[in-house]
């Protein structure tokens, strides 16, 4: 009498078999599975042509440009001042201002910058006042510049008394970049992870002695990131340098560094593309391109060498 | 931190009446426990029941917790651990913490230990790898780093990272040493030779261990405590805990029976 209980159960394993759809063992295609082939192929697709789409425009307008500023880019278009109301000559004296009001604004941006950051992320309770702060540094990041302009005019230029010049602008430029600069410390800060300080602590560092040990080291290239972003920013913005320290025209001694002082005012590329394109007429065609390029090139060439001090910087990190 | 030497016998560290709270939540509840120097105190109790929260207070990790708010005093050799003129880095010095899982931290392995000194001040390169060496030596892994030391220590294996972190404590001489969960996922060898380490030092150290391990517990300890939802059933001599239990509590939980 033991027979019936046993075939019962040898034939449910048949029955179980047979409620699978017709041919689904494991590898067999199904409308389903092919569904799903077909959408992850499109999928890549997608994503890879938008992926172009992104780079093409840039190529185009860099080819563009090149193209059109071809037969005016020479050393000496870099070395020499503009002449005869900037519809010949170089763009010595704007590059240069360039240079300076980018130099300078980083140097007051960063160490502010990221010495505040290191503070709201390392020291600061998690209290209202730092809360607040930290809303402040998210709003003024979004402040449009011009806005930036007219502070820097009242607050430097009027105020503080420093009158147009170099200073005022680099200064307005460097409160435009610092809350960006302070998002991106703390961000690269925060990235850190936590039981590296704990047990740092634990081996009885003080709280500074664990941030110079270990939290910056292993902070400072997403800290170079968000430096190396403010470079392009403070370059090509033209709005806070306006009413702060950028003129018109000035000539400067051609090819010498220290051509501008802290009080002068200075030209700027930025301010200068605007100008020779928009102000002033029978500018040779090739000018403002010229200048264009200039300033992209100028702005990659600065990223270049900060991005190689991040990758030197990363490759010296273990872990 | 030069104090006269302290009695021997008398209690190294004392809780008296400690509870601690992580905002709303009560972490531990007025405990009352002593710990002697040339004793191993084993701190035994399911997952949250505040044996970590304990460890840490001792040198005082927990400060850097938001919400942490505490009640009661530590005395450290009568000392009160949280008298706002005591030196925390000095306090994290004599009460070594090694936490669970152990810390690697960015770095070569020699910097790995070589930094608690340069931390603690110390400058000449010789007596730092004087220091690191025999701090290895202790926790015997020297032999297998010897020749990597300028290595990266992320790449090391969970139980070389205990060892790590272990002779990076020990390489302070703290006189205190506080060890989370040894032992969790380590290889057999490892353990061993890890208990034999704190029954060497427990002649000059105070050992307080939390393991979640009930029979390193019973092998590796002195005295143990029994810990539950924060509050502390039961403290006694390790053989008379295990076999006659006070309370039902702790005997269910060692029993197994939880």
Not at chain 1, 281 to 296: M, N, S
Not at chain 2, 48 to 53: A, C, E, M, V
Request: proline fraction near 5%.
């Amino acid at each position: 009498m033991i027979s019936p209980a046993h075939t019962n159960i040898s034939r449910e394993i048949p029955a179980a078999d047979a409620a699978l759809p017709q041919g689904a063992a494991r590898f067999t295609e199904t409308p389903f599975s092919r569904k799903k082939m077909r959408s992850e192929s499109a999928a890549e697709y997608v994503f890879l042509a938008m992926t172009l789409l992104l780079v093409a425009p840039l190529l185009l307008i860099l080819g563009y440009l090149l193209y059109q500023a071809w037969p005016i880019l020479s050393l000496d278009f870099l070395l020499t001042n503009p002449k005869r109301g900037m519809r010949a000559g170089g763009i010595w004296s704007p590059l240069l201002g360039t240079f300076y009001l980018v130099f300078l604004s980083l140097v007051i941006a960063t160490p502010i910058g990221v010495l505040a950051a290191v503070y709201l992320n390392e020291y600061a309770r998690n209290n209202w006042f730092t809360r607040l702060i930290q809303l402040a540094v998210v709003n003024l990041s979004g402040v449009p510049s011009i806005v930036h302009a007219l502070f820097g005019l009242g607050a430097f230029v009027l105020f503080a008394g420093i009158g147009r010049s170099i200073l005022a602008a680099s200064l307005t430029l460097a409160i435009m970049t610092l809350p960006v600069i302070i998002a991106g410390t703390k961000e690269a800060l925060s990235s850190v992870p936590q039981s590296f300080r704990e047990a740092c602590w634990n081996v009885g560092a003080t709280r500074w002695q664990t941030i110079r040990a270990v939290v910056l080291p292993n902070a400072v290239s997403g800290i170079l990131t968000g430096i190396i972003l403010q470079v392009s920013r403070a370059a090509g913005e033209t709005a806070p340098i306006l009413f702060t320290g950028a003129v018109f025209f000035k000539a400067i001694s051609e090819g010498d560094l220290l051509a501008y002082g802290l009080f002068d005012q200075c030209m700027a590329l930025s301010m200068h593309l605007f100008t020779i394109s928009t102000q002033v007429p029978d500018v040779p065609h090739a000018l403002p391109y010229g200048t264009a390029i200039v300033l992209l090139g100028a702005v990659l060439c600065i990223n270049a060498v900060s991005i190689l001090l991040r990758i030197v910087l990363r490759s010296r990190k273990k872990w | 931190m030069a104090e006269e030497p302290a009695n021997p016998s008398a209690p190294a560290v004392v809780f008296c009446g400690f509870s601690v709270w992580f905002g709303e939540k009560q972490a531990l509840q007025d405990i009352q426990l002593s710990a002697c120097r040339g004793q191993r105190l084993a701190l035994i109790g399911a997952a949250g029941s505040g044996k970590s929260t304990l460890l840490r207070s001792l040198n005082r990790s927990n400060d850097m917790i938001p919400g942490y708010r505490y009640q009661g005093s530590i005395l450290l050799d009568d000392r009160d651990i949280h008298d706002p003129r005591i030196d925390v880095a000095a306090l994290r010095r004599r009460v070594g913490l090694v936490g669970t899982p152990a810390a690697v931290l960015p770095g070569s392995i020699f910097d790995n230990v070589a930094l608690a000194l340069k931390m603690a001040g110390e400058q000449s390169k010789q007596r730092i790898f004087e220091k690191v060496q025999n701090g290895l030596m202790k926790v015997q892994i020297w032999d297998r780093v010897k020749d990597r030391l300028q290595e990266s220590a992320a790449g090391l294996t969970t139980s070389m990272i205990l060892q790590l972190s272990l002779a990076r404590t020990l390489v302070l001489e703290p006189e205190v040493l506080l060890l989370d969960e040894p032992g969790a996922g380590l290889d057999h060898q490892v353990v061993t030779m890890l208990e034999d380490l704190l029954e060497d030092l427990k002649e000059t150290h105070t050992i307080l261990m939390a393991t979640n391990d009930l029979k390193q517990a019973a092998r590796a300890s002195d005295r143990t405590a029994f810990f539950q939802c924060g509050s502390l059933v039961e403290c006694g001599p390790t053989r008379l805990l295990f076999t006659r239990p006070q309370s039902e509590m702790t005997c269910n939980f060692i029993t197994e029976r939880f």
